[in-house]
């Protein structure tokens, strides 16, 4: 039986990344902050019990080392991060240092204990920022525009090193926005969805949303922790965009969601405190690569994404008929 580790496993990511090792007979390890903490998602997925559980401080090497000895692991997928652009602005140092430390004290501690455990990077298609042309490809130069997106373009050249420097089987996961029903509600498509279902008992409530005018390539989070494992299960390491190739404006997502549910979108207001220090206008990538060498396929439209959400919302509201 093959043995991985899961960091970051309380996310959104971790468990359906989870979900799909014990689907495929892993023993799945997940790193917790606090072993008293409540895993909503692997609970929501009803996996719980079939998770071990393990604190591991990301700070530490020699939590880290403590780990890797007692499990010695086929695989590790490091999706621990202060994962939000926005409070990257309000935790710059916080956001970076962690987001950077903590990539560099697995892979060290995996070169000096096991060079053949293999390492997936949780990187993010933020790196990129301000690009000349569009679809992203892994080639495009990266002028990231946050603490977060910087903090991950560290992680990511930190990841290339060791795989350059020491043949170790590392890869980065270069992920464009991905969405699902456990997405925490600081972000726009879950905040926009829950509150919308919210607003269908409570006629008054008010949405604040920010800069509506950006256009994001959206996907669906189940389908692509499928591209993850794929990186990890292919013989020669290297890096993948994971995106669906098509941009739509958070203005569209929000009118789609409001008409689907006959809302009046009388009720949004945009609070200038939303609204970003630098930001994004448009971007969108190319999964050519991933598709050909990977095999992974994706091929969902984020209109229907949004429905399979909205239905999803609805069903743990109560509201369906
Ligand atoms: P998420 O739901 O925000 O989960 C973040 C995870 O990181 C949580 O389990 C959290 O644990 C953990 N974490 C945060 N700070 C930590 C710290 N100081 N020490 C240990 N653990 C810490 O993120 P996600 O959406 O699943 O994304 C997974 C990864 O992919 C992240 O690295 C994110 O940056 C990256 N990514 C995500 C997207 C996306 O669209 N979702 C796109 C590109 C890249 P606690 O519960 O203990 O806070």
């Given at each position: ?14 468990a ?8 495929k ?73 962690f987001?950077i ?29 301000v ?6 490809k892994?080639?495009t ?49 879950k ?10 008992k ?120």
């Amino acid at each position: 039986m093959k043995v991985a580790v899961i960091t970051g496993i309380s996310g959104q990511d971790g468990a359906y990344l989870a979900q799909l090792l014990l689907s495929k007979n892993y023993k799945v390890v997940g790193i917790v902050r606090n072993l008293n903490q409540r895993l909503h998602g692997l609970e929501y997925l009803n996996i719980h019990d079939q998770i071990t559980l393990e604190l591991c401080d990301l700070w530490e090497q020699a939590s880290i080392l403590r780990l890797l000895s007692k499990y010695n692991p086929d695989e590790i997928y490091n999706l621990a991060a202060q994962s939000s652009v926005g409070l990257s602005f309000e935790y710059p140092v916080e956001t970076l240092k962690f987001n950077i430390t903590s990539v560099l004290n697995f892979l060290e501690v995996i070169r000096l204990f096991n060079k053949n455990i293999k390492f997936y990077q949780a990187s993010s298609s933020e790196m990129y920022g301000v690009v000349k042309e569009l679809p992203i490809k892994i080639t495009t130069p990266m002028h990231p525009l946050s603490p977060y997106a910087i903090s991950k373009a560290s992680g990511f050249w930190t990841g290339i090193n060791y795989r350059e420097a020491y043949g170790m089987h590392c890869c980065s996961g270069i992920l464009f926005n991905h969405e699902s029903y456990l997405r925490s509600h600081n972000f726009f498509v879950k905040k926009v969805v829950s509150q919308a279902v919210k607003m269908l008992k409570d006629s008054s409530l008010l949405m604040y949303l920010g800069n509506l005018d950006v256009n994001r390539d959206f996907g669906y989070a189940p389908k692509y922790v499928e591209a993850m494992w794929l990186m990890l299960n292919t013989d020669m390491p290297k890096d993948y965009i994971i995106c669906s190739g098509k941009s739509i404006s958070l203005r569209s997502i929000v009118e789609y969601v409001f008409d689907k549910l006959n809302l009046n979108t009388s009720n949004i207001r945009i609070s200038s405190d939303l609204i970003r220090p630098t930001d994004i206008l448009d971007i969108y990538g190319d999964n050519t690569e991933s598709v050909k060498v990977l095999g992974w396929n994706y091929d969902l439209d984020f209109y229907k994404v949004l429905d399979l959400l909205i239905e999803e919302e609805l069903m743990n509201n109560s509201l369906m008929n």
